[in-house]
């Protein structure tokens, strides 16, 4: 009888008793795929391109130049925003409160700014997209055919940057024309008219 207590007192010591039957997983043991789940990407996973990977629902694909994938190039995933603020962004101005700054996003849609075309799960596309009448696509900014030009800056090896901006008081006077942004920066590049809007190319 006291032999068997002793045995049984070891065998609880050695397989570490009762409370003990779930142990924290080892982090680097290898957990076999059953199916049952899909694994997250990791931060940074490839997206798009020829195999047409997909990002988590929680994220978007981000094209180094928002070409959106053309030609087969892939992007990687990025982490959607929690939420967007209230005021837009030009650049890296802001802009005012409730100020819109429509952009075309990968799905050939108008948004209302960059934060809500990544939240809802698209990448700015710098192919354009259709637009409201009255307005033209600069890049991925949709810009004012009556108030506003676009600025198209070549930036590499990063992506190229498009931003709309206010007409000068010259150009407010009939139908805007290049002639009136010839003293703004990179006036001398200007293409386009009053119909599909006025550009300015900076290299």
């Known amino acids: 009888m006291r032999t068997t207590l002793l045995c049984l007192v070891f065998l609880m010591v050695a397989c570490g008793g009762s409370e003990r039957t779930n142990p924290d997983p080892d982090p680097d043991a290898q957990v076999p795929d059953d199916g049952s789940t899909d694994a997250p990407s990791p931060p940074g996973a490839s997206c798009g391109g020829r195999l047409g990977e997909r990002c988590e629902a929680n994220e978007y694909c981000d094209y180094p130049d928002n070409s959106c994938g053309i030609a087969d190039q892939p992007g990687s995933c990025k982490r959607r925003p929690d939420a967007c603020p209230l005021t837009a962004q030009a650049g890296s101005l802001e802009v005012g409160p409730l100020v819109a700054r429509p952009v075309c996003g990968c799905d050939g849609k108008v948004h209302s700014s960059d934060c809500i075309v990544y939240s809802d799960g698209f990448d700015l596309n710098a192919n354009g997209c259709a637009v409201p009448a009255g307005s033209f696509a600069c890049g991925y900014a949709v810009c004012s055919l009556l108030t506003q030009y676009c600025r198209h800056e070549i930036k590499p090896p ?11 008081q010259t150009c407010t006077a009939g139908a805007p024309t290049c002639e009136c942004l010839r003293s703004q920066p990179c006036g001398t590049s200007c293409s386009g008219d009053a119909r599909v809007g006025l550009t300015l190319l900076c290299q």
């Open 158 to 168: 990063a992506a190229d940057l498009y931003t709309c901006l206010s007409l000068p």
